[in-house]
């Protein structure tokens, strides 16, 4: 199983990844060990997509990194 997440950074903004291992993944980000979210902590984890395969989450990873996707994300997943 795979996984599309969503972190919420200290700033405000979101970051998008994705991964095999949840746990793990997020607990390297709240450790401060991505380089894409150390100078941003605390993250919170936001939300998150269980898919079947890599493929599958390497297609959607940047789907919600932009346009659309990142306003559907937006609007379904930490919008109150």
């Given amino acids: 199983m795979w996984h599309v997440y969503f972190l919420q950074l200290h700033s405000g903004d979101i970051y998008v990844g ?14 401060g060990h991505v ?5 941003h902590l605390p993250v919170t984890l936001k939300a998150y997509i269980a ?9 959607l990873e940047p789907y919600f990194k932009h346009g659309s996707g990142k306003a559907f994300a937006g609007k379904r997943f930490w919008l109150p």
């Fill in 18 to 31: 994705s991964t095999n291992d949840l746990r793990r993944r997020f607990e390297s980000h709240r450790s």
């Fill in 35 to 39: 380089t894409s979210t150390k100078a």
């Fill in 51 to 59: 898919v079947e395969t890599d493929a599958n989450a390497r297609q």
